[in-house]
């Protein structure tokens, strides 16, 4: 089964801030590589697929990075509504596991 | 407009079996795969099985092999997850997700959920 890390586990930052979130694999995936954004008591909501393309109605803030074992997410400028809890996950083959997640938290 | 409603949570004692319904509608569902993913109280997204739109192509995680089966019903527009001999960690916020199309692994529609509970 494909590995997966995020770095770091938490953030804390302030409205406007830009942040990176990484994720890293255990085995090379190329660019199968999602990112979730959940809020507290939601479903998650697909941010990125393919490390870098942004789904129909994300915010272009958002932009995603990486092939093979490494990847990122940005946030440039966050507003209030992008504190949340962020997981990358693998779809290169079965099963589809996800990171631990990232927690981005208000300074 | 895409629905997804699970059913079927609720309390079980270990070693016990439950059934996991997810009433699909606003979609051809017969052409998609499909996916159970959970969420313990608390904690992160585990995938825990999907299946092909033709039920050939069938997959779970090592912690529920052997306990859980994933089926479906195409003419009745449902997916199904069949949890036996549960176990206490098998409690968890059970969500089921359709992909997009084209990208089988991309989960970009989601249920909201149904709590499983496994507890003497």
């Known amino acids: 089964d494909i590995q997966m890390t995020q770095s770091p586990s938490s953030l804390s930052a302030s409205v406007g801030d830009t942040v990176t979130i990484n994720c890293r694999t255990s085995?090379?995936?190329?660019?199968?590589l999602n990112w979730y954004q959940q809020k507290l008591g939601q479903p998650p909501d697909l941010l990125i697929t393919?490390?870098?393309s942004l789904q129909s109605g994300v915010p272009s803030r958002f932009s995603g990075s990486g092939s093979g074992t490494d990847f990122s997410l940005t946030i440039s400028g966050l507003r209030p509504e992008d504190f949340a809890t962020y997981y990358c996950?693998?779809?290169?083959?079965?099963?589809?596991?996800f990171g631990p997640g990232t927690k981005l938290e208000i300074k | 407009d895409v629905h997804l409603v699970e059913s079927g949570g609720g309390l079980v004692q270990p070693g016990r079996s439950l059934r996991l319904s997810c009433a699909a509608s606003?979609?051809?569902?017969?052409?998609?795969?499909m996916h159970w993913v959970r969420q313990a109280p608390g904690k992160g997204l585990e995938w825990v099985s999907g299946?092909?739109?033709?039920?050939?192509?069938?997959a779970y995680a090592d912690s529920v092999k052997g306990r859980f089966t994933i089926f479906r019903d195409n003419a009745k527009n449902f997916l199904y997850l069949q949890m036996n001999s549960l176990r206490t960690d098998d409690t968890a916020f059970y969500y089921c997700?359709?992909?997009?199309?084209?990208?089988?692994?991309?989960?970009?529609?989601w249920g909201q959920g149904t709590l499983v509970t496994v507890s003497s």
């Open positions: 997700a359709k992909p997009k199309t084209a990208a089988p692994g991309c989960l970009d529609r």
């Open positions: 606003g979609f051809k569902f017969e052409n998609y795969a």
């Open positions: 299946i092909s739109w033709g039920s050939g192509n069938i």
């Open positions: 085995q090379d995936i190329n660019t199968y």
């Open positions: 393919g490390a870098s």
């Open positions: 996950q693998q779809s290169y083959s079965y099963p589809y596991t």
